[in-house]
């Protein structure tokens, strides 16, 4: 178990060393993007931002042109003080590339989802059929929203990046350029300057600053003989990730995402030694 306390936001490297003995001194280094709780983008890749089909990403992705106007688009909402994040259907193995991508057109930087395929589990095997990919989408932006993280709008080109922005909650923003027909709920668009005539208006700006502040919540409650660390919340049933922040003996915190707070069922359970509770 490591526990580290990154001093700032943005993408951090760490080197560790582990001091057991049994380990012979083993290093390894491993890459950290701490992102601050403020309004969240999600951005796809593939013929969202990059010009180039998903199969041919492995032989020239990392040489792929951006649509035009589109970094200037991602570059002025990070300017008005938006998080960016991307979310692919591309697995991890074409982390390189991807990042190489962002890097030379000049792309924000920012944290990148990947999802996971292969052969191994089901749940791999599943996503190697596209049209399970919003799933995957839809399970990552959970995870954000149960970590505090308020995002409030996705980018897309396709019906299964429609699905995952329209199922949790945020506006769904879809960039029109397949024949493919998008389900009902999305705003489309047909380039990056229509959509910044939709988006980047101080209206639309501040209505999107409106729902995450309006979504963000931070619940304190007791605790009665566990640990902190082991403590499980739930929001209508989807599981928070983050550490919980203890407080005073016997109490903890969380803070969270939920835009559609009202009502909202929430629930605890935890680990301990027989007849604990929470």
Not at 218 to 226: A, K, P
Request: hydrophobic share 40%; proline share 6%; with cysteine.
């Amino acid at each position: 178990r490591l526990e580290y306390v990154p001093a700032r936001t943005g993408r951090i490297e760490v080197e560790f060393r582990m001091t057991d003995k049994s380990f012979h001194g083993a290093k390894g280094k491993l890459a950290l993007y701490v992102i601050a709780p403020k309004p969240t983008f999600i951005f796809d890749i593939d013929m969202t931002l990059s010009d180039c089909p998903e199969w041919l990403v492995p032989l020239v992705g990392k040489d792929a042109l951006a649509f035009p106007h589109s970094v200037d688009f991602v570059k002025a909402l990070d300017q008005a003080g938006f998080q960016v994040v991307y979310m692919t259907a591309r697995d991890d193995a074409l982390d390189s590339i991807t990042r190489a991508f962002l890097t030379k057109n000049g792309f924000p930087q920012g944290p990148v989802f990947y999802n996971d395929w292969g052969l191994t589990t089901k749940l791999e095997r599943d996503m190697l059929r596209s049209k399970n990919h919003g799933q995957y989408k839809a399970r990552r932006m959970r995870d954000l929203m149960g970590a505090g993280i308020p995002i409030v709008a996705g980018v897309g080109n396709t019906p299964t990046d429609a699905q995952a922005y329209t199922e949790v909650g945020i506006v769904s923003y879809i960039y029109k350029n397949t024949n493919d027909t998008i389900p009902p709920g999305s705003v489309l668009f047909y380039g990056y300057q229509d959509l910044a005539g939709k988006v980047l208006t101080p209206t639309q700006l501040a209505d999107h600053r409106k729902k995450a502040a309006d979504g963000l919540q931070t619940l304190t409650f007791e605790h009665r003989d566990l640990d902190a660390g082991e403590l499980r919340l739930y929001v209508e049933g989807a599981r928070l990730w983050p550490a919980l922040t203890t407080g005073p003996v016997g109490t903890a915190r969380a803070t969270i995402f939920q835009i559609a707070k009202a009502g909202a069922k929430l629930s605890f359970e935890g680990r301990g030694a027989p007849g604990d509770s929470a």
